[in-house]
């Protein structure tokens, strides 16, 4: 239901309200959960909006922007109600409202999304009202993202008191400050003496102190603000005090986890609340048919809830499905043999994009389709089976390359690059600012300048080589596959959701750990009618201590439906999609035949083994199940 009004007088501006969800809202009904919609009224125009109705919920998502034409005096009224009682009497259904009268308006505008506190209509109604809502305002010719929810509670109830606060009387700001503006267009403030952000003016603390008659406003999560090399600034660091190198890393790691947890936060109020997104394939054709189908979907279509199903098995997809769909599919679409992808090195095998991908005239087709599948599982908490070159994940951060970049991807180029810059090369070395490389065989040259092939490297201008061939090296020819690959993640991932990440995080964000901890497994197993002294435990771990770390990864792979570790370790192992937090590795000892394989439930991360009467036996039978057995089933 909407009514835009009339108004239109050149004293008016257009703003775009958008209303993005309510939380926490209060339950009135012992039985039953409201039906909440959200209604905004512009005071005295005539311009009148209502959301979508959400039902049963406390939690209620919207994402539903409206024009509203807002004069000098004007002012917004967004209350929140519960459509199953407001049919009842006058003001039945009340869940409670904002008033955003006119100076709060143009604070408010085009500074992202703000999560506000709901109040009542009368401060004498004796309803109870609890909870916020998360609102952006921005001036029509400003609309983008809406940038980080903000908690602005308290920032209402000072109206009276910072309205009449101009430039002017704020002064210029302390020393060390320095004031910015995000991708979206937000201004935030850096603190240089303590390394750390806030969105709030520190200069409105001082006014605020100095007529006692505010409460101080809630800061937006901080950042560490770090160099391009020193991090990707932190959400969460504190004040920027000594500590040993032990409460560095204890802090950056804490730090990481809960940037982790904003993320995901973010990603969450994206997802739909109805409606899933569907894949169905064969294991034969797992490329091919996953190609088709999530290239046919939109990127909303693919932000539904996941799953997947193998054509010819009766499987639920409670996670683990997905988590063998995605590790199958990484294993053939990452694979060099297709030509989308190359080894850095021939004996470094972390991945990079193939300059010579053009031999398939769909290939940035086809590396769109790897974006959104690489953004496919951050969004739905799953992990990329495949490892890329560092550089790579600096470039999906916009970050420059560097000349130290290639140090883990080629060695022996780095090395040589650097002795370049570290002896004189007068009438040592005959190069010219032209390079060779090897394309299906055949030797094709590159000038890095116009006419390069003509221009020697000398002493003055051997910095400049460096430079332009290190950009090369990362960059040759791959500019059009790298960013269909970005757009297709950037369609699920927003790009500036990823600010606070370092090229490191990200790299851990996509693909998890690697490497297996044994111990933190250990730790971080549950038991189910067993003990850690049972026979079969202790063989479980003795069998697992002898593997290879590649046949471990299978063991893995084959209990919980991937090779990959999330990066707080095996205690943050996910499970069933519907649980409500981590699902531990399980190893549940059942009353089976001896002769019976060990069965796995990847959807809850578990391995249910027979009581084997031997170490051998046990070996021999998880060996089998593990290399030898694919496929899902319903109990």
């Given at each position: 239901m909407s009514n835009p009004g009339t108004r239109r007088n050149g004293s008016s501006i257009k703003i775009r309200l958008t209303v993005l969800c309510a939380k926490n809202l209060a339950k009135k009904d012992f039985f039953r959960l409201p039906d909440p919609f959200a209604k905004v009224v512009v005071d005295g125009s005539g311009q009148c909006h209502s959301t979508?109705?959400?039902?049963?919920?406390?939690?209620?998502?919207?994402?539903?922007?409206?024009?509203?034409?807002?004069?000098?005096?004007?002012?917004?009224?967004?209350?929140?109600w519960n459509h199953k009682k407001i049919h009842k009497r006058q003001g039945a259904g009340f869940l409670g409202c904002i008033r955003l009268l006119s100076n709060a308006i143009s604070r408010l505008k085009d500074t992202g999304y703000q999560r506000l506190d709901l109040c009542k209509l009368n401060p004498s109604d004796s309803d109870a009202v609890r909870g916020q809502i998360v609102v952006s305002l921005q001036t029509r010719d400003r609309i983008g993202s809406g940038g980080p929810v903000v908690d602005c509670r308290g920032l209402l109830e000072n109206d009276g008191?910072?309205?009449?606060?101009?430039?002017?009387?704020?002064?210029?700001?302390?020393?060390?400050?320095?004031?910015?503006?995000?991708?979206?267009?937000?201004?935030?403030?850096?603190?240089?003496?303590?390394?750390?952000?806030?969105?709030?003016?520190?200069?409105?603390?001082?006014?605020?102190s100095q007529q006692s008659q505010v409460k101080e406003s809630s800061q937006a999560p901080q950042m560490d603000v770090g160099g391009e090399e020193g991090g990707g600034g932190g959400v969460g660091g504190g004040g920027g005090g000594g500590g040993g190198?032990?409460?560095?890393a204890a802090r950056y790691e804490r730090d990481l986890v809960h940037k982790l947890k904003l993320l995901r936060h973010e990603l969450s109020l994206q997802q739909p609340q109805a409606g899933h997104c569907r894949i169905e394939v064969s294991r034969e054709e797992i490329f091919e048919e996953s190609y088709r189908q999530i290239m046919k979907m939109r990127p909303k279509d693919l932000k539904k809830r996941l799953?997947?199903?193998?054509?010819?098995?009766?499987?639920?997809?409670?996670?683990?499905?997905?988590?063998e769909w995605l590790y199958l599919l990484c294993h053939e679409m990452l694979n060099p043999y297709y030509g989308l992808f190359q080894y850095s090195t021939d004996n470094i095998y972390t991945l990079q994009i193939n300059p010579d991908s053009s031999i398939n005239p769909d290939h940035l087709s086809y590396f769109h389709f790897v974006g959104r599948v690489?953004?496919?599982?951050?969004?739905?908490?799953?992990?990329?089976?495949?490892?890329?070159?560092?550089?790579?994940?600096?470039?999906?951060?916009?970050?420059?390359?560097?000349?130290?970049?290639?140090?883990?991807?080629?060695?022996?180029?780095?090395?040589?690059?650097?002795?370049?810059?570290?002896?004189?090369?007068?009438?040592?070395?005959?190069?010219?600012?032209?390079?060779?490389?090897?394309?299906?065989?055949?030797?094709?040259?590159?000038?890095?300048?116009?006419?390069?092939?003509?221009?020697?490297?000398?002493e003055e201008?051997?910095?400049?080589?460096?430079?332009?061939?290190?950009?090369?090296?990362?960059?040759?020819?791959?500019?059009?596959?790298?960013?269909?690959?970005?757009?297709?993640?950037?369609?699920?991932?927003?790009?500036?959701?990823?600010?606070?990440?370092?090229?490191?995080?990200?790299?851990?964000?996509?693909?998890?750990l690697g490497k297996i901890d044994l111990a933190d497994w250990k730790t971080n197993t549950r038991l189910k009618h067993c003990t850690s002294e049972s026979n079969v435990v202790r063989w479980f771990w003795q069998a697992v201590e002898a593997f290879s770390e590649e046949r471990r990864g299978r063991l893995l792979q084959f209990v919980t439906g991937s090779t990959r570790v999330p990066l707080q370790g095996f205690k943050a192992l996910q499970g069933s999609t519907g649980s409500a937090g981590p699902r531990l590795f399980t190893i549940h000892l059942i009353d089976a035949n001896t002769d019976n394989l060990p069965k796995a439930h990847t959807c809850f991360n578990r391995i249910d083994i027979p009581p084997y009467e031997s170490y051998e036996k046990l070996y021999e039978k998880l060996l089998t199940a593990v290399e030898e057995t694919c496929g899902f089933a319903v109990e």
């Open positions: 979508d109705t959400v039902k049963s919920t406390l939690d209620p998502k919207w994402n539903q922007h409206y024009d509203l034409y807002i004069g000098k005096t004007d002012s917004i009224t967004i209350s929140i008191d910072l309205a009449s606060v101009s430039c002017e009387e704020l002064g210029p700001l302390p020393v060390g400050w320095e004031v910015r503006s995000t991708v979206s267009g937000r201004i935030y403030f850096v603190d240089h003496n303590n390394r750390t952000t806030q969105f709030t003016d520190p200069r409105l603390h001082t006014i605020i190198d032990g409460d560095v799953m997947v199903k193998f054509r010819g098995e009766e499987g639920l997809d409670y996670g683990g499905v997905a988590r690489m953004g496919l599982a951050v969004f739905h908490g799953h992990y990329i089976n495949g490892s890329f070159t560092l550089p790579f994940y600096k470039q999906l951060l916009g970050k420059p390359i560097q000349l130290n970049d290639l140090e883990t991807t080629d060695p022996e180029l780095h090395k040589s690059l650097v002795w370049i810059l570290e002896n004189d090369i007068t009438s040592v070395l005959d190069h010219t600012f032209c390079v060779e490389h090897n394309a299906f065989g055949k030797f094709l040259q590159h000038e890095l300048k116009p006419n390069g092939r003509n221009i020697p490297v000398t201008n051997k910095k400049e080589y460096v430079r332009l061939y290190v950009n090369w090296r990362f960059m040759r020819g791959i500019e059009a596959q790298f960013l269909a690959l970005q757009k297709g993640f950037s369609e699920l991932i927003p790009q500036h959701l990823l600010k606070p990440f370092d090229h490191k995080e990200l790299e851990l964000i996509i693909g998890g």
